[in-house]
């Protein structure tokens, strides 16, 4: 079955630091892979995608690889700040299939 | 910014209660969902329409959940009895068919049956 795991339920980094966060998939063959962003108590946050065909994507101070080979996706933080902390959520998707299948969430917290 | 608007936003019911969830989706939008969150299960997709006709709900629980959506600007959810283990947050999300864009999800209605 097809199956989405991100790295460690939490991950402390410091604030200035490059944030890592990496989201494996298995039994997939993903064209795209979206990245959400989630607040406590909020809705989950559209942030960027990635298709298969590119193997990085930058939007201000963040950068995700996409490795259709590893079936790997790492979203970078520069320059973390206090703010960026929030639940990331990968989502490997299809053309065609309008369903999201969310991954664990990696839970991120910048320390000052 | 256009938005998602559920209500309520915090519901809490005794078991056995109906309970009757509601979504505002994107005017436009022609592609909605319902996803419900728990701790031990994250997000997990309960159903979703396009142009309003329901397209999967494999993920209800059939004998006690129903999702409909009576006209382009409303999307319900019921739970009819609600038991504990209803007990999470759920969501409505809406989105473009064929739009590689992310949807945009509402703030949630967090239920918990008693």
């Known amino acids: 079955s097809q199956k989405i795991e991100q790295n460690s339920e939490a991950l402390n980094i410091q604030e200035g630091k490059t944030a890592t966060l990496t989201c494996n998939y298995t039994?997939?063959?993903?064209?795209?892979l979206q990245w959400y962003r989630q607040d406590p108590g909020r809705g989950p946050v559209f942030l960027l995608l990635?298709?298969?065909?590119?193997k990085e994507k930058r939007k201000e101070r963040l950068k995700v690889t996409f490795d259709t080979t590893l079936k790997q996706s790492l979203f970078h933080i520069t320059a973390s700040q206090p703010a960026d902390s929030a639940t990331y959520l990968c989502?490997?998707?299809?053309?065609?299939?309008?369903?999201?299948?969310f991954g664990t969430g990696t839970r991120l917290t910048i320390i000052p | 910014d256009a938005r998602v608007t559920q209500t309520p936003r915090h519901k809490v019911t005794e078991m056995g209660q109906e309970v009757t969830m509601r979504c505002q989706p994107i005017?436009?939008?022609?592609?909605v969902f319902w996803y419900r969150q728990t701790m031990m299960q994250g997000l997990e997709l309960l159903a979703y329409?396009?142009?309003?006709?329901?397209?999967?709900d494999s993920g209800m629980p059939k004998d006690r959940f129903s999702a409909e959506m009576p006209d382009a600007t409303l999307a319900t959810l019921k739970i009819q009895p609600s038991e504990p283990r209803d007990s999470a947050v759920y969501f409505c999300?809406?989105?473009?068919?064929?739009?590689?864009?992310?949807?945009?999800f509402g703030s949630g209605t967090r239920l918990t049956v008693v």
């Open positions: 989502v490997p998707r299809n053309f065609g299939n309008e369903k999201l299948t």
């Open positions: 005017l436009g939008h022609n592609t």
């Open positions: 990635i298709r298969e065909n590119e």
């Open positions: 999300a809406s989105g473009l068919t064929g739009s590689l864009n992310g949807y945009t």
């Open positions: 039994n997939y063959s993903p064209a795209y």
């Open positions: 329409f396009r142009n309003r006709a329901p397209l999967d």
